[in-house]
């Protein structure tokens, strides 16, 4: 069994105030980060100390990942829903080729397969499978939306028709009344 990270034995607020305290730097100064992490932790009653190295890995990592999501709402924000289906499902095939190329090296090269690093790939995999899922009912819900105000709008197109059709006298009101009754709009 792999031993816990120093930084998953913190408490969450001073995690909070960790993540925020790098981003407010810019991702660097880790060193004076490290330091007044320690302190918090200090004057909090934990008898723990976490290193520059433990401090910088989690920084980077908080970093890769909020590029990661500028990125994705940059090519979602000019992406409309069918588009962004069709992201989702690219990077499905890209996460499976991924974990395919982690087991081929496990079995091949002997390589140790973390465990963490087996569950962080099935959370993501669920986690995207869960969001394609999502993202399929809002492109059916969309789809469903656009038929209705289509058909709407042909329904309110026909009526005023018929209702010119009846003031110009070119059709009479009863009629008029069974054609919108067979349409179903009477």
Same mark, same amino acid.
Request: proline share 2%; glycine share 8%; no cysteine.
């Given at each position: 069994?792999?031993?816990?990270?120093?930084?998953?034995?913190?408490?969450?607020?001073?995690?909070?105030?960790?993540?925020?305290?790098l981003?407010?730097?810019?991702?660097?100064?880790?060193?004076?980060?490290?330091?007044?992490?320690?302190?918090?932790l200090?004057?909090?009653?934990?008898?723990?100390?976490?290193?520059?190295?433990?401090?910088?890995?989690f920084?980077?990592a908080?970093?890769?990942?909020?590029e990661?999501?500028?990125?994705? &709402? *940059?090519?979602?924000?000019d992406? %409309? /829903? !069918?588009? @962004?289906?069709e992201?989702?499902?690219?990077?499905?095939?890209?996460?499976?080729?991924?974990?395919?190329?982690?087991?081929?090296?496990?079995?091949?090269e002997?390589?140790?397969?973390?465990?963490?690093d087996?569950?962080?790939l099935?959370?993501?995999?669920?986690?995207?499978?869960?969001?394609?899922?999502?993202r399929?009912?809002i492109?059916?819900d969309?789809?469903e939306?656009?038929?209705?105000e289509?058909r709407?709008?042909?329904?309110?197109?026909?009526?005023?028709?018929? &209702? *010119?059709?009846?003031?110009?006298? %070119? /059709? !009479?009101? @009863?009629?008029?009344?069974?054609?919108r009754?067979i349409m179903?709009?009477?």
């Open positions: 069994m792999l031993p816990v990270a120093k930084l998953d034995l913190i408490p969450d607020e001073i995690r909070r105030w960790l993540s925020e305290e981003a407010e730097r810019g991702f660097g100064q880790i060193i004076d980060v490290t330091e007044a992490l320690n302190f918090r200090e004057e909090s009653g934990q008898t723990l100390t976490i290193g520059k190295t433990a401090v910088g890995n920084a980077k908080l970093k890769d990942q909020r990661a999501f500028s990125l994705a &709402e *940059t090519l979602l924000a992406m %409309d /829903i !069918e588009a @962004e289906g992201l989702h499902k690219v990077l499905m095939q890209m996460i499976a080729t991924s974990a395919v190329h982690m087991i081929q090296s496990v079995r091949e002997g390589n140790n397969l973390e465990p963490k087996l569950m962080n099935g959370r993501m995999l669920k986690d995207l499978m869960a969001s394609s899922g999502i399929e009912k492109q059916n969309e789809r939306r656009i038929a209705k289509a709407e709008a042909a329904r309110l197109e026909m009526e005023a028709k018929l &209702e *010119t059709a009846e003031g110009a006298g %070119d /059709i !009479e009101r @009863e009629a008029a009344q069974r054609a009754e179903g709009f009477g």
